[in-house]
């Protein structure tokens, strides 16, 4: 099991100390000397108050964030849990990509879904019904940029001759994650992508996140169940990654932290197929996410390694 640790989420109002200078490498830093294999940010460039105000939070601009981290470690990836390609033109996603696995020696994983804040959609110019096929021609585009060499592409809203853009991305392919718990979702992943990052998602979230429910272990074993299928049907011969989470949330410190149900929960999820553990970080100030991370790692990642 690797470990992909995210960023703490900015409430709503957001934390200054959570963005203050020198904080964001300093994370990325005790992340790698942890034994975290991957720090992740999320993102919402314009989230509305109605949203924020039943419990939804900021974020940094991921790839700003993810630059700031590339240039405090060495060895760590670098994920995005995850982008909304519908909002972005796919070219200067592709380019921001590139640039940034360029940049940090190949480090990056692009983790990706189709979104559902719709008064994001509106904000950002974007329409809402347009959004699976924007995703889908989103990476088609990434992945014909990404090859170094002209592509000619008509979009539904682009039109692009011959263009090229260089320097392409260090890692071939780069590895794109799709988050979401729909059978589509896990249709893209089997024919387009290399990971898969289901979401816990309990029935009253389930309509807000136009998500399918996913609040159990036997559910889980079931879309994984589906995902092999659709990946032996599609000819694929090496299974793709798939990062979850605790479904008991549950950190050292908690009054209701439970080390060794934690571990058995990872080794359960394990035996499914499962290969990444997401956590996110939280603390009210810096110092105390610090001693989280440092706390958590003590706790479950040197006992599994």
Same mark, same amino acid.
């Given at each position: 099991?690797?470990?992909?640790?995210?960023?703490?989420?900015?409430?709503?109002?957001?934390?200054?100390?959570?963005?203050?200078?020198?904080?964001?490498?300093?994370?990325?830093?005790?992340?790698?000397?942890?034994?975290?294999?991957?720090?992740?940010?999320?993102?919402?460039?314009?989230?509305?108050?109605?949203?924020?105000?039943?419990?939804?939070?900021?974020?940094?601009?991921?790839?700003?964030?993810?630059?700031?981290?590339?240039?405090?470690?060495?060895?760590?990836?670098?994920?995005?849990?995850?982008?909304?390609?519908?909002?972005?033109?796919?070219?200067?996603?592709?380019?921001?990509?590139?640039?940034?696995?360029?940049?940090?020696?190949?480090?990056?994983?692009?983790?990706?879904?189709?979104?559902?804040?719709?008064?994001?959609?509106?904000?950002?110019?974007?329409?809402?019904?347009?959004?699976?096929?924007?995703?889908?021609?989103?990476?088609?585009?990434?992945?014909?940029?990404?090859?170094? #060499? $002209?592509?000619? =592409?008509?979009?539904?809203?682009?039109?692009?001759? @011959? &263009? *090229?853009?260089? !320097?392409?991305?260090?890692?071939?392919?780069?590895?794109?994650?799709?988050?979401?718990?729909?059978?589509?979702?896990?249709?893209?992943?089997?024919?387009?992508?290399?990971?898969?990052?289901?979401?816990?998602?309990?029935?009253?979230?389930?309509?807000?996140?136009?998500?399918?429910?996913?609040?159990?272990?036997?559910?889980?074993?079931?879309?994984?169940?589906?995902?092999?299928?659709?990946?032996?049907?599609?000819?694929?011969?090496?299974?793709?990654?798939?990062?979850?989470?605790?479904?008991?949330?549950?950190?050292?410190?908690?009054?209701?932290?439970?080390?060794?149900?934690?571990?058995?929960?990872?080794?359960?999820?394990?035996?499914?197929?499962?290969?990444?553990?997401?956590?996110?970080?939280?603390?009210? #100030? $810096?110092?105390? =996410?610090?001693?989280?991370?440092?706390?958590?790692? @003590? &706790? *479950?990642?040197? !006992?599994?390694?």
């Amino acid at each position: 099991m690797r470990f992909s640790l995210g960023y703490p989420l900015l409430s709503h109002p957001a934390d200054p100390d959570l963005t203050a200078p020198g904080f964001l490498a300093e994370f990325a830093r005790v992340a790698e000397e942890c034994g975290f294999d991957a720090v992740n940010l999320t993102e919402h460039p314009i989230p509305s108050t109605r949203w924020l105000d039943a419990g939804g939070h900021h974020a940094l601009d991921p790839f700003v964030g993810l630059t700031v981290a590339a240039t405090a470690t060495v060895r760590i990836r670098l994920m995005t849990n995850l982008v909304v390609l519908p909002y972005r033109n796919p070219f200067l996603l592709a380019k921001a990509v590139a640039s940034l696995d360029r940049v940090s020696g190949g480090r990056v994983t692009l983790g990706v879904g189709t979104g559902y804040l719709k008064a994001e959609f509106f904000a950002l110019g974007v329409d809402f019904d347009e959004r699976n096929d924007l995703f889908d021609e989103a990476i088609a585009v990434c992945r014909a940029v990404w090859s170094g #060499t $002209p592509a000619t =592409v008509d979009g539904r809203h682009f039109s692009a001759r @011959d &263009a *090229v853009a260089l !320097p392409t991305p260090v890692q071939d392919p780069l590895p794109i994650w799709i988050g979401g718990n729909a059978a589509r979702t896990r249709q893209r992943v089997a024919t387009v992508a290399e990971g898969w990052m289901p979401m816990w998602n309990p029935p009253e979230f389930a309509a807000t996140r136009r998500s399918p429910v996913l609040d159990d272990l036997e559910g889980l074993a079931r879309m994984l169940a589906d995902l092999r299928e659709r990946c032996a049907a599609a000819g694929r011969p090496d299974p793709p990654d798939v990062m979850f989470m605790a479904m008991h949330a549950a950190l050292p410190g908690d009054p209701d932290w439970d080390v060794a149900r934690y571990l058995d929960g990872i080794r359960a999820q394990a035996e499914l197929g499962v290969t990444w553990r997401q956590v996110t970080a939280v603390g009210a #100030t $810096p110092t105390a =996410v610090l001693d989280g991370v440092r706390a958590y790692a @003590d &706790a *479950v990642i040197a !006992p599994l390694r």
